[in-house]
């Protein structure tokens, strides 16, 4: 057996731990951990960018925020009476997210550098106008109420229920895109992540590349705002906010660019941290930027980089060095 594979079982043994243990922890953890989740899938979609293609995106909570609008547009002013609409509306926040991120791609991704970061930020920022000040649609900076969720045959109000649909959802995510970074074109994107130019060379399109998991990143950037606005309850301007997307990147640098896993762990660990910091002292929030600090600057690979180490130091330890053989000179003795 590989290690990857060795890996993959891992995962998947954490997970049916995870979705067993998680239901018996009461009402706070369920939601707790159902809102990890939903940021969880924002923050794969930026490790698509991050880790996998080396761009670095603040314009992540659009798409996001786009998603969790339409949900609370279709909940509290479009209704259908039907219990599929939910399923719609996931389609829809998808395609939007992607359509999005295809117009907003045309102008990014010609862009390296900071300058890529900046042009996604100055984007972010224009969604977040729009949200903010198209008040008939979106509520204005009071937002939108939902007021239930969904019935298709699930009694979603139960946050048990809500739970496993979430968690569904998430696995469903981290396998499509596990699947995608592990294909041919997920190798290509690595190639362009380490030396874009040698990739040109090659006769690599190494724009169309990026504009396509640009777009994809898109779409799972929505479908986490239509689980997060059923999670939340709410849809503010405050969805879109440069905060959303810092939180999404930073969390990802927490677990492990390139891991895809590791970004689903720093969303854990942040919800985690947040609520539990939040109760014992009223400036967390320096205690959170002092653990993003000292990640950066002694696990520049995350947390997951961890077990990389201890795997290298494991394999290191079994390659013992070769004693040079003594030879010793005979002295000849004169008759």
């Known amino acids: 057996m590989t290690s990857q594979n060795t890996k993959v079982l891992i995962v998947v043994a954490l997970l049916l731990i995870f979705a067993l243990i998680v239901p018996y922890s009461g009402s706070f953890v369920v939601l707790l951990a159902t809102r990890a989740m939903c940021f969880a899938i924002l923050a794969m979609s930026v490790d698509l960018l991050l880790g996998y293609t080396g761009l670095s995106s603040m314009g992540q909570a659009s798409y996001f925020g786009v998603g969790a609008y339409m949900t609370a547009v279709f909940a509290t002013k479009m209704h259908f009476g039907l219990g599929w609409d939910f399923w719609l509306v996931v389609v829809l926040a998808i395609l939007l997210g992607m359509a999005l991120a295809a117009f907003f791609g045309l102008f990014a991704i010609r862009a390296t550098g900071v300058y890529f970061l900046m042009i996604t930020l100055a984007l972010g920022q224009c969604v977040w106008g729009l949200a903010y000040r198209w008040n008939s649609l979106t509520g204005g900076d009071n937002g939108l109420n939902l007021t239930a969720r969904p019935d298709f045959g699930l009694d979603l109000n139960n946050s048990t229920t809500f739970?496993?649909?979430?968690?569904?959802?998430?696995?469903a995510s981290l396998a499509l895109m596990y699947l995608l970074v592990r294909s041919p074109f997920g190798r290509s994107l690595a190639g362009i992540r380490e030396r874009e130019l040698r990739m040109q060379i090659l006769g690599y399109n190494t724009w169309l590349h990026k504009y396509i998991i640009f777009i994809i990143a898109g779409g799972f950037g929505?479908?986490?705002?239509?689980?997060?606005?059923?999670?939340?309850?709410?849809?503010?301007?405050?969805?879109?906010?440069?905060?959303?997307?810092?939180?999404?990147?930073?969390?990802?640098?927490?677990?492990g660019a390139g891991t895809l896993i590791g970004g689903a762990l720093g969303a854990a660990i942040v919800f985690g941290l947040r609520e539990f910091l939040s109760t014992l002292v009223p400036w967390w929030q320096y205690v959170l930027g002092g653990v993003y600090v000292l990640t950066i600057l002694y696990l520049p690979m995350g947390l997951m980089g961890i077990l990389e180490r201890i795997r290298q130091g494991r394999t290191a330890s079994k390659k013992t060095p070769e004693q040079p053989k003594k030879t010793e000179k005979l002295a000849s003795v004169p008759s």
């Open 163 to 171: 739970f496993y649909l979430v968690f569904g959802f998430f696995v």
């Open 222 to 255: 929505g479908l986490s705002g239509v689980l997060w606005a059923h999670t939340n309850g709410h849809v503010s301007p405050e969805t879109l906010v440069l905060t959303t997307s810092v939180d999404a990147l930073l969390m990802v640098v927490l677990g």
